[in-house]
């Protein structure tokens, strides 16, 4: 095995370790953190100032002293969990089974406040369904299509809510309220933190992919930054036939039945494309820029590129226009490197073929 397949090989089995890592259980270290992952836990016995996540699952065993503010398919704290602080929570579903000493603060899917769960606080949610069985020490507003009070329910406050009430309305100490504006005010916006969260994401995820076409496609990476270093104009020209021409293809496609199935098959191919010149795009610019001032390093050129391009792609007007013409780049490149390829293997079977078919001597 020469230098380069060693490095190849290298390379994959670190992306395949990032891929197994993401999907793995994530322990929070006791300290304010942003965090991401498959699973994410405060575990028992732990202590985290303030919690910001973003993943599948997001549960909170030990204390946050602070603020938590989730995004993730589930949410849950748990019975012996406890936040001192407030919940700001967009997920699937949220479950509170230990204590909340602050206010709640819910976009979901569902809502379930179990027997052992307590809010210290206000309760503000916007969801599909909420099962309140536990207690909540100041007010609650709830939009929902169903609100379920079971008996062992708890509202010090007043309830606002709009939807089907159902179960022990004796829990409520205040008064109770419907009011149908609450099915849209009450839904909470996206915590503050995840537009950077996502973008950290976008990062890793992006380079992750330009990882892999750098170690499996090395000649063919190279050719791309080539096209978009020696003719940008050109390249990009070309790609942006490809960006426009191949969505009108695929809509001619759907006049007829039979093209139909080819033009869905189509719409994720081109799909994947687009991604695909996004990060080839941000590679070739970065690799042309540092090869200008004598560093020819293409794995720094990828990071590079693509910290650059998410950073950009948060800066509003220019971040747009910037990443459009970087994308039509990144097609161009691609598309004109495959048609040189296939250019190169058409003369050297022509060559092979001529050779073949020339005079023999006994």
């Known amino acids: 095995m020469d230098r380069n397949q060693r490095l190849r090989t290298v390379v994959v089995i670190a992306v395949i370790a990032l891929v197994l890592a993401g999907t793995v259980p994530a322990t929070v270290a006791a300290q304010s953190d942003a965090r991401t992952g498959g699973t994410i836990v405060v575990d028992e016995g732990e202590t985290v100032d303030e919690l910001e996540a973003f993943g599948g699952s997001i549960v909170v065993r030990g204390t946050v002293t602070g603020d938590v503010s989730a995004a993730g398919g589930d949410v849950v704290i748990e019975d012996g969990g406890e936040v001192g602080g407030t919940l700001e929570v967009a997920s699937g579903s949220v479950t509170i089974a230990g204590v909340v000493d602050g206010d709640v603060d819910v976009g979901a899917g569902s809502l379930t406040v179990a027997e052992s769960g307590t809010i210290g606080g206000d309760l ?53 309220e419907q009011d149908s504006s609450l099915g849209i005010s009450t839904t909470p916006t996206i915590p503050t933190f995840a537009p950077w969260v996502f973008a950290a994401y976008a990062f890793a995820v992006n380079l992750l992919l330009g990882a892999v076409l750098l170690a499996l496609f090395p000649r063919f990476s190279g050719n791309v930054a080539a096209r978009v270093s020696t003719g940008p104009l050109r390249t990009g020209l070309v790609g ?26 189509g719409a994720f191919v081109f799909a994947l494309l687009l991604w695909i010149g996004a990060v080839y795009g941000w590679f070739a610019v970065a690799a042309a820029l540092l090869s200008a001032v004598g560093i020819g390093n293409r794995w720094l050129a990828l990071v590079v590129g693509l910290a650059v391009g998410t950073a950009l792609s948060r800066a509003p007007f220019v971040g747009g226009l910037i990443t459009l013409i970087v994308l039509l780049l990144g097609l161009g490149a691609i598309a004109r490197a495959l048609y040189g390829h296939r250019r190169s293997v058409r003369e050297r079977d022509r060559r092979v073929g001529a050779g073949s078919d020339g005079p023999t001597t006994d």
Not at 130 to 144: C, F, H, K, S, V
């Open 124 to 176: 503000r949610a916007g969801v599909g369904s909420a099962t309140i069985d536990g207690t909540i020490e100041g007010d609650a507003e709830i939009g929902a299509e169903t609100i379920r009070l079971g008996e062992g329910a708890s509202i010090a406050g007043d309830l606002r809510y709009d939807g089907n009430l159902e179960g022990n309305t004796d829990a409520v100490a205040g008064t109770i």
């Open 240 to 265: 942006l036939g490809v960006f426009v021409g191949v969505p009108i293809l695929l809509i001619a496609l759907l006049i007829t039945v039979i093209g139909i199935p080819l033009s869905v098959i």
